[in-house]
DNA sequence: ATCATTATTATTATTATTTAAAATAAAATA
DNA sequence: TATTTTATTTTAAATAATAATAATAATGAT
């Protein structure tokens, strides 16, 4: 069972430059919309399939939140988010991974664990100031 | 702005009693299959417009892993869960809630954090033991 | 560069989820 | 109980995401 092979594509490529230039964690159709600009023709069944090949290269990232859509993250490296419970923006924390977590995991299932994914609730800062004005 | 106050239908009750009597964190769809049983014209609209309220008012949990479809948790209290990465089942881990996560989480960010969601990747036992035999 | 192979694309159709609007049912009040 | 108010339901339509398929483009070998 040899294991298929990826390629990059100029579609591949685009999508993912656009992703590594922004920082907010844009959704799939943002996606698309930027990448649209550099290749006129370009489709989102497309954009869809790449983020997920891209995600299963450990490329990239895609969080999803509830059932409404998900936002993708050009960091592939494990690190945490917050999503603002007030305004709904997710902002990167600044705080590393808890290795250990992992293994207490493993404790308690008794079988192998590789990562994890973790997402803080609260209140950004600007949302968080406005509060305070209350 | 006084808040909108919720209402208990009968077919709210019937979408969460189905939803309570397993374990095995469902999908709408199959909610929406046990609950028309009872109430053969359920509309599936309504399935998915109740779990959002139930979600809202901290009955139940979502859980939406990448993109494909969320499944839901009849248990509100946060704990945490391990994808099998190989058969897609969702467990129940038994390993009590870090609660300085939400801590460190504060001290990174600079404004409030009110909960965490945590999730791990791994082998359920039953893959982990068909891998052993490879 | 040419040819063969195989992944990827665009297009189209399908599934998952949400939203809109009119009809119904629950709660509050007279 | 009858009436009013407002949330919820059903139905139907809209949006988000995936899957199928024939056409295209990338890779490897000549």
Chains 1, 2 share one sequence.
């Not at 008794?110 to 997402?119: N, Q, T, V």
Request: hydrophobic share 30%.
């Amino acid at each position: 069972m040899a294991k298929k092979q990826r390629r990059m594509t100029k579609q591949k490529r685009v999508i993912l430059d656009v992703l590594r230039s922004t920082t907010s964690h844009p959704t799939a159709d943002w996606i698309y919309n930027e990448a649209k600009k550099i290749l006129p023709n370009l489709s989102l069944g497309t954009v869809y399939r790449n983020l997920n090949n891209l995600k299963e290269e450990g490329k990239i990232l895609e969080l999803s939140y509830g059932s409404t859509y998900s936002r993708f993250d050009g960091n592939p490296e494990n690190h945490y988010h917050c999503v603002c419970v007030e305004c709904g923006k997710v902002a990167d924390l600044d705080m590393p991974v808890v290795e250990e977590l992992d293994k207490k995991a493993q404790e308690a299932q008794g079988s192998s664990i590789f990562y994890h994914r973790l997402e803080f609730y609260g209140l950004c800062p600007h949302c968080e100031e406005k509060e305070m004005k209350n």
